[in-house]
């Protein structure tokens, strides 16, 4: 069945980067855009961008443009989210969901916690 | 503007009806989709489409849009849809995408 297995929690200091990574199981790998959302503690969704997997170009949210990237791998169905420059604010849940080009998204990961403390 | 808006809280009585607001300009041009999140769990989808419910959501759910404003409905409210609630759609460029602010839903 379909699934999006997302890689663990990090935590990182002030200004360094992370990567967080989604490796797709259960369906052809080309067909479905795949999004990163961010979720504060307690707060509500915030859409980062999406990846095509079939050439790998991205679009990125205004608000994370220059500071987030996005790629994959397809040998290995697998999607990444590399997000610079961290502070203290960007402690929050990441997830990759799925879409198939309509902008709604039917399958999510279970989220990795990322967590920027000094 | 690009923004869905969403009210923060609402309360319905076990067994009754709530409807969940989502409103925005690109509401207009593009479709809603909903999506329920329990604590401490990801998002699923409840809605896409406006109207569309995927394989294995109850029919209580129902959804609607007219002019900048998308609905989600809660018919016969059982305790375990007490969740919050996001509405996303395209921005009103198309190729991005936004969600609302969400709302809890707590059922009484």
């Known amino acids: 069945q379909v699934q999006l297995v997302q890689s663990g929690a990090e935590v990182k200091k002030p200004g360094a980067s992370v990567k967080v990574s989604c490796r797709a199981f259960?369906?052809?790998?080309?067909?479905?855009?795949l999004h990163w959302v961010r979720q504060a503690p307690g707060q509500g969704l915030e859409w980062m961008g999406r990846?095509?997997?079939?050439?790998?170009?991205?679009t990125y949210a205004q608000k994370f443009q220059g500071r987030v990237t996005m790629t994959r791998d397809t040998s290995t169905s697998t999607v990444y989210m590399e997000l610079s420059g961290l502070r203290s604010e960007d402690t929050a849940m990441f997830f990759c969901?799925?879409?198939?080009?309509?902008?709604?998204?039917?399958?999510w990961g279970q989220g990795a916690l990322v967590t920027v403390s000094s | 503007s690009s923004e869905l808006t969403q009210d923060p809280d609402v309360s319905v009585a076990l067994g009754q009806t709530v409807r969940i607001t989502c409103q925005g300009d690109s509401l207009r041009n593009y479709y809603a989709s909903w999506y329920q999140q329990k604590s401490g769990q990801a998002p699923s989808l409840v809605l896409y489409g406006n109207n569309h419910r995927p394989s294995g959501i109850p029919d209580r759910f129902s959804g609607s849009r007219s002019g900048n404003t998308a609905s989600l409905t809660i018919t016969g409210a059982r305790a375990e849809d007490e969740a919050d609630y996001y509405c996303?759609?395209?921005?009103?460029?198309?190729?991005?995408?936004?969600f609302g602010g969400g709302t809890k839903v707590t059922v009484l």
């Open positions: 990846v095509n997997p079939v050439d790998g170009s991205a």
């Open positions: 996303n759609s395209r921005d009103s460029s198309g190729y991005h995408v936004m």
């Open positions: 259960g369906y052809t790998f080309n067909s479905f855009y």
């Open positions: 969901a799925r879409d198939e080009g309509m902008a709604y998204f039917d399958f």
